[in-house]
């Protein structure tokens, strides 16, 4: 069975930093599925925050709001994805979810839940003065 455990979350300051991994269980390749991470607030609707493809290219895709903060990167050695979070705001506050995409070796990857099939239970950032 195929499992996503995140961690890394916890509670800074604004301007702060923190980086989140998202383990992925043996016995899947890692590098062939896109891998997203998603973040909900309190109150709010998920949203996707960014992901990285599952093609040798690795391209990767970043909401607005993160751009130039956060940045994805994958260790296929570790089978996890990593997304760093610097100049953390209070808006950046929620559970943050990584998930597999459905379809393997897409040359991109966008925020569409449906298609993604494997999620993880979610860590928590809170960023509070």
């Known amino acids: 069975q195929l499992q996503l455990v995140e961690s890394g979350g916890d509670t800074v300051q604004p301007g702060g930093s923190l980086r989140l991994s998202c383990t992925v269980s043996s016995g899947f390749t890692l590098n062939t599925y896109a891998i997203g991470w998603f973040r909900q607030a309190p109150g709010k609707e998920r949203e996707g925050v960014s992901c990285?493809?599952?093609?040798?290219?690795?391209?990767?895709n970043y909401a607005d709001s993160v751009k130039g903060r956060f940045t994805i990167s994958r260790d296929n050695a570790k089978n996890t994805v990593y997304l760093q979070m610097n100049s953390l705001k209070p808006e950046d506050t929620g559970v943050y979810y990584c998930?597999?995409?459905?379809?393997?070796?897409?040359?991109?990857?966008?925020?569409?839940?449906?298609?993604?099939?494997?999620w993880g239970q979610g860590t928590q950032v809170t960023v509070s003065s």
């Open positions: 990285i493809s599952g093609s040798g290219l690795s391209m990767t």
């Open positions: 998930a597999r995409h459905r379809s393997p070796s897409l040359a991109s990857c966008t925020f569409t839940e449906g298609q993604y099939n494997f």
